[in-house]
């Protein structure tokens, strides 16, 4: 699909990459662009249409897709990591909060849009989702769980989807320079450059986007004999 008069929108869109995929979309030439947040006081892009949505309250989920009829674009990008590992005292807490909103949020989108978008010819889903759908680090186990289930997700909705014309592109990337990487060092993605590569697998009908040196050698290493999920072997 082409974004020049596409409706798009966009969860988790006041900040960051969320942010970039607003931006992103005007510039395109988007007939219309929903950016969606808990706090829609905090979206402050012009020409775009707030929203407010958590997309954890599936009330507000539903609503949304009621309100916005006339969507061809859905971008679930909202997640959050609370950073913890498996064994930690509050691990489960935090997975479950993790799992609330970077699979089960993305799942109720796509559950309530799946509808809007066949109306209006098809149209495409993009997951957010991460070099960490493939490896797990200790200190972030619990949300490369969440990205591995939501991997599966995609994987699955693209299947299902497919059938009413449903492009479904999954996108993974490694850090990127906004807010919930700010404490980690080294080279970062920008945002900008995850956007543009997203416009390009839309409009050439691809299913995923690997967008930096490092997710791409992550995928790669799943097929060695010592795959990269492993870590280091003993």
Same mark, same amino acid.
């Given at each position: 699909?082409? $974004?020049? #008069?596409?409706?798009? &929108?966009?969860?988790? *869109?006041?900040?960051?990459?969320?942010?970039?995929?607003?931006r992103g979309a005007l510039a395109a030439g988007a007939k219309k662009?929903?950016?969606? *947040?808990?706090?829609?006081?905090?979206?402050?892009? =012009?020409?775009? /249409?707030?929203?407010? +949505?958590?997309?954890?309250?599936?009330?507000?989920? %539903? =609503? =949304?897709?009621? =309100?916005?009829?006339?969507?061809?674009? $859905?971008? !679930? !990008?909202?997640?959050?990591?609370?950073?913890?590992?498996? &064994?930690?005292?509050?691990?489960?807490?935090?997975?479950?909060? %993790?799992? #609330?909103?970077?699979?089960?949020?993305?799942?109720?989108?796509?559950?309530?849009?799946?509808?809007?978008?066949?109306?209006?010819?098809?149209?495409?889903?993009?997951?957010?989702?991460?070099?960490?759908?493939?490896?797990? &680090?200790?200190?972030?186990?619990?949300?490369? *769980?969440?990205?591995?289930?939501?991997?599966? +997700?995609?994987?699955?909705?693209?299947? %299902?989807?497919?059938?009413?014309?449903?492009?479904?592109?999954?996108? /993974?990337?490694?850090?990127?320079?906004? #807010?919930?990487?700010? /404490?980690?060092?080294g080279e970062k993605t920008q945002p900008g450059a995850v956007v543009?590569?997203?416009?390009?697998?839309? %409009?050439?009908?691809?299913?995923?986007?690997?967008? #930096?040196?490092?997710?791409?050698?992550?995928?790669?290493? $799943?097929?060695?004999? /010592?795959?990269?999920?492993?870590?280091e072997p003993y």
């Open positions: 699909m082409h $974004l020049k #008069d596409a409706v798009v &929108f966009i969860t988790g *869109a006041n900040r960051g990459l969320g942010l970039a995929y607003a662009v929903y950016a969606a *947040a808990r706090d829609p006081a905090s979206i402050t892009l =012009a020409g775009v /249409h707030p929203v407010t +949505l958590d997309v954890t309250n599936h009330a507000q989920v %539903e =609503a =949304a897709a009621m =309100a916005c009829g006339d969507v061809t674009l $859905l971008i !679930n !990008n909202a997640g959050i990591s609370l950073g913890s590992d498996f &064994f930690s005292v509050s691990g489960m807490d935090r997975a479950k909060a %993790e799992f #609330d909103t970077n699979f089960f949020g993305p799942w109720a989108l796509a559950k309530a849009f799946a509808p809007v978008l066949a109306a209006n010819g098809g149209g495409a889903i993009v997951n957010v989702l991460s070099a960490l759908s493939w490896i797990s &680090f200790p200190a972030i186990g619990t949300y490369s *769980a969440t990205k591995s289930a939501a991997w599966s +997700l995609t994987n699955g909705l693209r299947n %299902e989807l497919r059938a009413q014309g449903t492009q479904l592109v999954g996108v /993974h990337v490694a850090y990127m320079d906004t #807010d919930m990487a700010s /404490h980690v060092p543009e590569q997203t416009w390009t697998a839309l %409009e050439t009908n691809a299913s995923e986007v690997l967008a #930096d040196a490092v997710t791409r050698q992550v995928k790669s290493g $799943l097929s060695a004999l /010592h795959g990269a999920y492993l870590g």
